[in-house]
């Protein structure tokens, strides 16, 4: 069939099965926005293009589905920057498209121009600056299949206005073959049998489970090893979800903001089984010390991150989840009731706070996180902004299923949550989505209850008001001798009077005894709602 380059792209995404894109429009990629009015694909206009691709991410995370955000040329394309680099970092499947000047005005700095594929190159999977508007059909097909295979990732598609407008014959292709491209899924099976062996031989075993478990959806293959074998997990940032957090075997996050069980574990083992995981500094930032005392092993789908931060005894390439598979067929429990318990003891000895305690005029983060804990349900879908907040929810909400928990990990990315649960509701088809963030992270993205209020999403919104820059004020406190620097937002706005302008409720509360009673009023229906609860700006999350 005969169809412009725009067309071209449309038609490409509906045959990738796409059923929303989130973007915001501008001259450049104008004639993608005209042939978009002859689809059923359903387009998400954000209030900012960093919305858009935020809101792509958590679309993705909660579907599994490659997301989608379209920006036009220069400002736009740059506005999605942040977002890409966020996926990048957290292995998210993203394909951004960007319109670009005409070709003929490529490098001539012409109004709203930037080389966006230069400036994305060192955090995409791939992109591409489409010349030609013949090879549209194999870039998409590429782009979706690079972005959704091996370790997923972010790919950008940059196509001048004028190759938009070009017709020709369109065909798509049924195949990929990308040289250089052939991501090993099978583990090789001398290096599992390898595991076994150790994880038999193993006194002292720990997995550390990353948000690979969660990609390759190994959740349930991950559960039937810890119970079959009785090694106790600690989980990464990212991987919060791949084990229900308060069962026996979770440790809790490990890390600098992690949970004492779960650092004393992985730094006391003599085997430390790696999956899906890229041994980043927050979460292991003794790595050569942990391998000069444990046999390593590590299971990654992505080759260049094993040996990259951690010498490996046992490198595996491969998708987890089939690994897994072939290693529950061989492997068999350990000598390690012993190391079962001294966790267990532990576990006891190093509760967390409750945050019960009730405060003068504070709200205790975690008693509210406890609290919201026992009054939702294992499909509710929790998102957070990074912050005091992020590790506050990380360490004391009960996540129950995997691709519940969604918060930028890798390059801790403010303003990440509001337009992640944007993308996470819509994904997520009927589960209630609520966002929790701080005073300051909220408002690098509150344009977003714009886009909240257009498409009526029931998205509720929890801030830990303690009118500071909190994760920032904590650093400096304990790093910099108290010597606060630019850290005070003692001028924020009325939070609640904000979502009330955009015809949302909400409510402020300041002490525990109000807490549950508006966590019921928050969560009685599935309209938005905002709840502002005003902290102890002294409230420590370490």
């Known amino acids: 069939m005969r169809l412009t380059g725009a067309q071209a792209v449309i038609k490409a995404l509906e045959i990738e099965g796409v059923e929303y894109i989130f973007g915001y429009p501008g001259a450049a990629i ?59 970092m957290d292995s998210i499947p993203v394909v951004a498209i960007t319109g670009q000047v005409s070709s003929e005005l490529i490098g001539k700095d012409v109004f709203q121009e930037a080389d966006i594929t230069g400036a994305t190159a060192p955090f995409c999977k791939n992109n591409y600056l489409v010349k030609k508007v013949q090879n549209l059909p194999r870039i998409m097909k590429e782009a979706f299949h690079i972005a959704g295979t091996g370790r997923p990732g972010p790919v950008l598609i940059d196509i001048p206005v004028d190759v938009q407008m070009k017709d020709f014959n369109f065909e798509y292709p049924e195949t990929v073959d990308i040289r250089g491209y052939k991501p090993t899924y099978k583990g090789h099976a001398l290096q599992i049998r390898k595991i076994a062996e150790a994880i038999g031989k193993a006194k002292a075993p720990v997995i550390c489970a990353g948000g690979g478990i969660i990609n390759a959806n190994a959740s349930g293959e991950l559960v039937e090893l810890a119970e079959r074998c009785r090694i106790p997990v600690a989980t990464t940032f990212m991987g919060i979800g791949s084990m229900p957090s308060r069962h026996e075997l979770n440790l809790g996050m490990l890390g600098s903001h992690g949970v004492y069980p779960a650092n004393y574990a992985v730094h006391n083992a003599d085997l430390v089984i790696i999956l899906g ?18 046999k390593i092993v590590h299971i990654d789908i992505d080759p260049a991150e094993i040996g990259k931060n951690i010498e490996a005894t046992i490198p595996v390439v491969g998708d987890v989840r089939l690994i897994l598979k072939d290693l529950l067929d061989i492997v068999a429990k350990g000598n390690v009731d012993k190391w079962n318990e001294a966790i267990q003891k532990i576990k006891r000895e190093h509760p967390l706070k409750s945050g019960q305690e009730s405060g003068q005029n504070w709200v205790k983060p975690q008693y509210l ?12 879908i929790i998102t957070t902004e990074v912050g005091q907040n992020q590790i506050w929810a990380a360490n004391y909400y009960n996540v129950r299923k995997p691709r519940t928990f969604i918060s930028s990990g890798g390059m801790g990315t403010m303003g990440y949550g509001l337009p992640s649960s944007v993308g996470a509701k819509i994904g997520s088809q009927g589960q209630r989505v609520i966002t929790v963030g701080g005073d300051g992270s909220f408002q690098m993205s509150m344009q977003e209850l714009g886009t909240i209020k257009q498409y009526k999403l029931g998205i509720k919104m929890i801030i830990f008001n303690n009118s500071r820059l909190g994760m920032v004020r904590e650093l400096q406190k304990k790093q910099y001798r108290g010597r606060y620097s630019q850290v005070f937002l003692d001028e924020n ?50």
């Open 30 to 88: 104008c004639p993608f926005y005209d042939a978009l009015l002859d689809s059923g694909i359903k387009h998400i206009l954000t209030r900012n293009e960093q919305g858009a691709v935020h809101a792509a991410s958590g679309y993705a995370r909660v579907t599994g589905k490659v997301g989608v955000c379209v920006a036009t040329s220069g400002p736009g394309a740059t506005n999605l920057i942040t977002g890409i680099a966020t996926a990048y």
């Open 493 to 542: 706005p009325d939070f609640v009077k904000l979502v009330q302008a955009y015809g949302f409720k909400g409510e402020r509360i300041t002490v525990n005894s109000e807490v549950r009673g508006a966590l019921e009023r928050m969560l009685a229906d599935d309209t938005p709602y905002l709840l502002e609860c005003m902290v102890d700006p002294e409230e420590p999350t370490l």
């Open 277 to 294: 995981a890229r041994v980043g500094d927050r979460a292991m930032g003794t790595a050569r010390k942990i391998a000069e005392k444990a």
């Open 369 to 380: 996180l406890t609290l919201l804990s026992e009054m939702t349900a294992e499909d509710d």
